[in-house]
């Protein structure tokens, strides 16, 4: 008994030079990796730096010179953190939602049984040039429409379109013809074809993308302000930068729970969806 | 009348009798209802961010202020720069790759930490789990602010963001993986005597292995992405130039150049990972 056992395992093919060959790649790659970094050592600043941090990330007030909690916190001027929070979730909302609706041609051109093997490489080409633009370059671009907030709205927009119509591309992929024939048994119209075959397929799936990737947005959202597009972004770069570390502290005080709050939901509604 | 009596049957539905006479009452319905609060919240968001479709038609086909004004100046195409991006490039590829490396491997132990089929210990798992969910809560871009500020300017702060934001989804990812494999054969090693971890290295290890390394490529796909813009912050990569190129006005063309080097880089990298990730699953 045992001895078979031993056979078996002996028969198995054990991979060794193809798992050699993996092995030395990478470790090629990350001796490679390695050049890249000039390790200079830990700036004078850095302890400094993670020491505040942390102090204030406990109690953001703690330089009595510049109490932060009542001016920043808990506030409702246009410069506080509860109206910088609701622009940036809104800037997402709506950026999704553009995002979500531009995303359903652009994903029907490029599903493989509407338009065919061959036609759908070109819309799929598109929306991979259009999902490697990063994100500040949309931002730079749309602030030409309206600077601010409007900026940022494009933006995640139009770097969404790459994701969403991806997944949607999928959900379309996806779909049962044998209803869009059971309907033709039927004598159903094209129209009623498309409302009662079509639709109730994709909706909750086209939901559940739309909703994932608002998820994804709020947290990009948080960064556009750094070219100027409105958000929570800019000032929380720049008190890093100049080291205001009770505006840093307020500022994650009202990024770290929104963002954990708008998951949370997320998922919830996503495991309700499908 | 009858409007009103529309209106109400869309939120109110009547029964319905069928010819044996019974009533039957349609399922309440929720459509409505979602379409009236996205309908509020768009127009507060619009409110909030000064949203306005007809600025941006007016803007979209005016073509000396609009947007197609900055796009115009990336034209003609500088392609004679091309030398010259292929350091930051490389750059961007090698951060990536290390971060992913180092975040990759810190997340195994994390997600073995935060299953709950293995680690019995209430307060690890869920102690785990939260920090996992407050790293994730933070951009790429914000630690590599923070970590610039520690070390200095170079590759080196854009390698570590990139490694704690792999950390905390790669380990995420895989703990969800984790909990939902087959534990039988960990039992049956673990009732001869094993340790805990030996049990998870000879029963589970082998189908948690491809798992990890699928996770792994695709967060290094994700990373590819995010690295390219590290470098607005000073944290290395190709970012840097690109910022360089959209700034300055006589090097404005030069900006897709830079843009079609990261789309190479880009397609290339996804559709290796893809194949390899189709082999491993």
């Known amino acids: 008994m045992s ?29 490679w990796s390695i050049l890249a970094i000039d ?31 009542a001016k920043y916190l808990f506030s409702l001027e246009r410069f506080a953190v509860p109206y910088l929070m609701l622009e940036t979730i809104m800037i997402a909302f709506i950026g999704t939602l553009l995002g979500a609706f531009i995303s359903i041609p652009f994903a029907f051109l490029s599903s493989k049984n509407i338009v065919g093997e061959k036609r759908s490489l070109i819309g799929a080409t598109v929306i991979t040039m259009v999902r490697t633009v990063p994100i500040f370059i949309w931002g730079i671009v749309f602030i030409r429409v309206q600077g601010g907030a409007m900026a940022g709205v494009l933006a995640i927009a139009v770097s969404s379109i790459g994701m969403i119509s991806k997944l949607y591309i999928e959900v379309i992929e996806d779909i049962d013809e044998g209803i869009l024939e059971a309907l033709d048994s039927t004598g159903a119209t094209a129209f009623q ?4 075959g079509i639709i109730p397929q994709l ?21 556009l302000g750094l070219v100027g597009a409105g958000g929570i972004g800019f000032t929380l770069i720049d008190a890093l930068g100049s080291f205001n570390f009770g505006i840093v502290a307020v500022s994650l005080w009202g990024i770290i729970p929104v963002v ?11 495991a309700r969806l499908t | 009348m009858r409007f009103l009596q529309a209106i109400k049957e869309t939120f109110v539905p009547s029964s319905i009798t069928t010819r044996q006479g019974t009533d039957v009452l349609p399922p309440k319905p929720v459509l409505p209802y979602i379409l009236i609060a996205l309908t509020l919240m768009t127009l507060l968001a619009a409110q909030v961010t000064d949203f306005s479709l007809i600025v941006l038609i007016q803007r979209l086909f005016n073509f000396q202020l609009g947007p197609w004004g900055i ?24 951060m990536s790759f290390l971060g992913t490396l180092i975040g990759s491997i810190l997340a195994l132990p994390a997600a073995y930490l935060a299953s709950q089929n293995l680690t019995k210990n209430k307060w690890v798992v869920n102690g785990v789990r939260t ?48 909990e939902t494999l087959d534990m039988k054969a960990y039992y049956a090693i673990e009732s001869t005597g094993a340790t805990k971890l030996k049990s998870f290295l000879s029963a589970l290890m082998p189908e948690v292995r491809p798992i990890f390394y ?29 910022d360089n190129a959209m700034k300055n006005l006589p090097q404005n063309t030069r900006t897709i150049v830079i843009l079609a080097f990261i789309f190479v880089t880009v397609v290339i990298i996804e559709n290796t990972s893809r194949l390899l990730r189709r082999r491993l699953a």
């Open chain 1, 193 to 196: 074809k498309i409302r009662y």
């Open chain 1, 3 to 31: 001895d078979n056992v031993q056979k078996v395992l002996r028969q198995e093919p054990t991979h060794k030079l193809r798992n050699s060959l993996i092995i030395l790649f990478i470790l090629a790659m990350t001796v």
């Open chain 1, 39 to 69: 390790y200079q050592g830990v700036n004078d600043l850095g302890v400094t730096v993670v020491r505040n941090i942390a102090r204030f990330l406990v109690w953001p007030d703690s330089n009595p010179n510049n109490p932060v909690i």
């Open chain 1, 260 to 270: 954990l709050l708008i998951e949370y939901f997320s998922t919830k509604l996503r």
């Open chain 2, 71 to 94: 796009v115009k100046r990336f034209f003609p195409v500088d392609w004679a720069y091309w030398p010259e991006v292929i350091a930051p490039i490389l750059e961007t590829i090698q």
């Open chain 2, 131 to 178: 920090t996992l969910a407050v790293l994730r809560t933070l951009p790429i871009l914000i630690y590599a602010v923070f970590f610039k500020l520690i070390f200095f300017l170079g590759a080196l702060p854009g390698t570590i963001a990139i490694a704690v934001f792999t950390f905390s989804i790669v380990a995420k990812m895989l703990y969800e993986r984790i």
């Open chain 2, 214 to 242: 699928s996770l792994s490529l695709y967060a290094f796909e994700i990373n590819i992405r995010y690295a390219a813009i590290l470098g607005y912050v000073g944290a290395g990569g190709i970012g840097f130039i690109l």
């Open chain 1, 203 to 223: 909706t909750a799936n086209f939901l559940s993308v739309s909703i994932y990737r608002f998820e994804i947005n709020v947290r990009n959202a948080t960064i």
